[in-house]
Structure formats: C-alpha cells, structure tokens
C-alpha cells in the first residue's frame, strides 16, 4: 500500500496561500470537504489532489463564477462549465465591462475637473462695464428649465426682434427671490445686444449701469450646487475686507447647450463689492 501525502489544514493553507477560514467556508458550503478528518482530534487533513481542486476553485471564481455556481457543477460531476454557461458569463462580462468603463470615464471627467478648479485663480476682481440687454424676467419650475426657455423662447424672440450680439458674448441671471427657493424661481434672463430695440411680450430692452468692482468666481458643475461655491465666495468677500454693494449676478459660459458632462458646465458668479472703511 503506497503512502499517501496527508496535510493538515494549517500547512495546506500555507502552501496554498489562502487563509484557514476560506479554507472552512469552502467545507461548509460543501465545495472542498477535508480528505479526512481525524475522529479524535478532529484535525482536518487534505491531499494533493485537492490542491488542484482548490486551483480550479480559484480560476472559477476569477472567471466571474460565484461559489454556488461552482457547487452546482461539482454536484453535477462536471469541473468545467457548459459552452451555454460560458456564454453566458461572456455576456454578463460585457455588461459589467460597459459599467466599468462609464465609470471610469466619469471618475476620470470628475478628477479632471477638480483639477482645474484646483490649478485656476479662483477669484479675480474686475470691473464690469455698462452695457445694453436684451431681458426677459419669469418664475421658472427650477433651474434645470432655464436652458429649455432660453433655447425654445427667449432665442427665437431675439432672432425675431433682430437682436444683435457683439462677440464673444455675455449673459446672465439675476435672481429677485427674497429667499432660497428650490422652485418657483424668480429669475431674470439677460443677454448682452448691440442697441436697444422695441420690447415685446417676452423680451424687455435696458441699460445696466456698470459695476466698479465685482468679485468672480467661477463655479465648475451642476446648478444645484451653486451653494458650495457660495459658501466659499462670501466667506473670501469676509476674509478680504469686502462689503457687497448690489445684485449678484450668475454668467453662464458652458451649460447644457454645449456641455454634456454637468461636472463640466462653467458658471462665473459676479458681486459687487467695495472695500470696507
């Protein structure tokens, strides 16, 4: 009778590099049972032929099959899966996998842009020149509605009018809401034109007198955190000794009309301010 290599499960744990409660996991959910276990001691021996077992366990489980999968074909006689259940595992594979990769494309999009909030002058004083709007003032739903108005309402009407638009472009919001409100929002929609027109039911020409002094920041990301940056803008206007002298106003450069990723959309926010006495 020829002798037979018993390991007791500290060692075949050891050399198998996995930890003695894998080992007993894998005992209780009946996928690697001991090749013997001693009535007295109780001591739990395995063979070298588990070892591959325990191999081909391994190589399962990193092919995307879970432990009960993997019973089910050891209940079955069989140690390697169906082509049906290959397949399948293909599929789910390719799923995961686009998961995966929308993922990392965000987290990418997302670590980006808080590079840039990081690395660019975040705050800037400049002066804001008087300049001709052509406006349009409604209480919208949220804000998330403004670009729909501003595409189907507000632009059609200015092309109508025959509003002209000096280059680059500016325009922005203005806010009369007494309070935070999430809706219902009194909002004042401002674009810069080249000359006053004739106002109609939607559209209203007006001069604004220009601001000395605005502090700006820009604001990277959705509309809905507009509160984030500014907590930091008033607590600077603080710090630095300012006072605010009229209405904030929110400059819009990159939004959802030319931005998909929100994390993306550029806002620059604008307050007067003036330098306390």
């Not at 075949?12 to 276990?37: A, I």
């Not at 789910?92 to 998961?99: H, M, P, R, S, Y």
């Not at 990769?101 to 909030?117: G, H, P, V």
């Not at 220009?210 to 607590?235: N, T, V």
Request: charged share 30%; net charge negative; proline share 5%.
């Amino acid at each position: 009778m020829s002798y037979k290599t018993k390991l007791k499960i500290g060692e075949f744990s050891q050399m198998m590099q996995v930890t003695v409660k894998t080992l007993r996991h894998y005992e209780q959910k009946g996928l690697l049972l001991p090749d013997e276990v001693d009535e007295w001691t109780g001591y739990r021996y395995y063979s070298i032929e588990q070892m591959q077992k325990l191999n081909t366990i391994r190589d399962l489980q990193r092919l995307g099959f879970s432990l009960d999968e993997i019973k089910e074909l050891y209940d079955y006689g069989s140690y390697t899966p169906s082509i049906r259940k290959i397949t399948e595992k293909i599929r789910e594979t390719d799923e995961q996998l686009k998961l995966l990769l929308a993922r990392r494309r965000q987290l990418l999009d997302w670590r980006n842009s808080r590079k840039e909030i990081k690395t660019m002058e975040k705050f800037s004083i400049q002066s804001l020149p008087e300049i001709i709007v052509a406006s349009h003032r409604e209480i919208i739903p949220n804000y998330e509605a403004l670009g729909g108005i501003c595409v189907n309402k507000i632009a059609p009407e200015m092309q109508r009018l025959g509003c002209k638009c000096p280059p680059p472009g500016y325009c922005f919001t203005i806010e009369h809401n007494k309070e935070y409100k999430p809706t219902d929002i009194d909002i004042e929609y401002c674009e810069q034109v080249e000359e006053l027109g004739t106002d109609s039911a939607i559209i209203q020409f007006k001069t604004i007198p220009a601001i000395p002094k605005a502090l700006c920041m820009k604001h990277y990301g959705p509309y809905d955190r507009f509160y984030e940056s500014y907590l930091e803008l008033f607590k600077y206007i603080d710090e630095q000794g300012y006072k605010i002298v009229g209405q904030h106003r929110t400059c819009y450069i990159d939004g959802p009309w030319n931005q998909e990723n929100e994390e993306k959309w550029l806002s620059i926010l604008q307050v007067p301010v003036e330098k306390e006495i």
